[in-house]
């Protein structure tokens, strides 16, 4: 179990470290999602340890609004 409480606005990518090479990964926004670019730009390198689902990061920024 793990919990954090975000209290700033933004997008945060999240990984299960456990996981990750088969892209268990996600995105949470809180209000706004004012580092939207800031964000995407880190996706190329975490993704490049996934071995399955390479895309799943930018799938879910490209749902952010």
Do not use: W
Request: hydrophobic share 40%; glycine share 8%; aromatic share 6%.
């Amino acid at each position: 179990e793990f919990r954090v409480t975000l209290e700033k606005e933004g997008v945060y990518l999240y990984v299960c470290d456990a996981h990750k090479k088969m892209g268990m990964v996600g995105v949470i926004q809180v209000g706004k999602a004012s580092n939207l670019e800031e964000a995407g730009k880190k996706v190329p390198e975490e993704s490049s340890a996934m071995v399955m689902n390479k895309n799943r990061f930018a799938n879910e920024l490209d749902q952010v609004q």
